[in-house]
């Protein structure tokens, strides 16, 4: 049977059975590409979210840090200066507790070498901070700024480096997209 013989109304029948077959096809590909779309947006916002968020926290627990430490060089009265050394200890405490909990959550390759770079670097650089910090409660005010000048400053730019590297390339199962580009550290 030939279409050009077919009455008007069987082809008009059969029009409207392709194009809802096509609806159908459109409707079920949408609906799969949608339910990927679910999958994604559900892995950023419980598992990529969650590990940068905790990097945030770290980062965050490191400029108090650092603020703290600068504080005690440029303070005089020893009360004063004992509550920014506690301040330096809570947040040192709160990182302790986030790198805990980062830790199993990163499954990369990449990850796990980064977080091994934070641990090399994260040693070094609370012995630096612990130096700057004796040297100024003992009214060693000029060596102790260059303790942070030349030896914490550099760690901690390694530090953030690491953290901004966790945060953004790739260790979070980017599937190969480009991170955001964050400003280097330190400045």
Same mark, same amino acid.
């Given at each position: ?13 059969? &029009? @409207?059975?392709?194009? /809802?077959?096509? &609806?159908?096809?459109? !409707? ?22 969650? =590990? #940068? ?10 400029? #108090? ?6 504080? /005690? ?11 920014? =050394? ?14 805990? %909990?980062? $830790?199993?959550? /990163? ?9 091994? $770079? /934070?641990?090399?670097?994260?040693? +070094?650089? &609370? ?10 409660? !003992? ?6 700024? $260059? ?5 914490? *400053? ?6 953030? =480096?690491?953290?901004?590297?966790? *945060?953004?390339?790739?260790? @979070? $199962?980017?599937?190969? *997209? %480009? +991170? ?6 330190? *400045?």
């Amino acid at each position: 049977m030939n279409f050009v013989n077919m009455k008007v109304g069987v082809r008009l029948g059969l &029009g @409207f059975v392709v194009v /809802i077959l096509a &609806g159908l096809a459109v !409707a079920i590909f949408g609906s799969l590409q949608l339910a990927e779309v679910n999958t994604e947006v559900t892995n950023l916002v419980d598992d990529r979210m969650v =590990k #940068v968020e905790l990097a945030n926290q770290i980062k965050e627990n490191l400029n #108090v840090t650092a603020r703290a430490v600068r504080n /005690i060089a440029l303070l005089n009265n020893v009360d004063a200066m004992q509550a920014e =050394k506690q301040r330096i200890d809570e947040a040192r405490a709160s990182n302790a507790e986030l790198l805990k %909990k980062l $830790d199993p959550m /990163i499954q990369s390759d990449k990850g796990r070498v980064i977080l091994k $770079d /934070i641990a090399e670097v994260r040693g +070094p650089y &609370g012995a630096a901070t612990d130096k700057a910090v004796a040297l100024s409660l !003992a009214n060693k005010d000029e060596e102790a700024r $260059d303790v942070l000048i030349k030896e914490n *400053r550099p760690l901690q730019a390694a530090y953030f =480096k690491s953290l901004n590297e966790l *945060r953004c390339a790739g260790c @979070f $199962d980017c599937h190969g *997209r %480009k +991170p955001f580009h964050h400003p280097p550290a330190g *400045r």
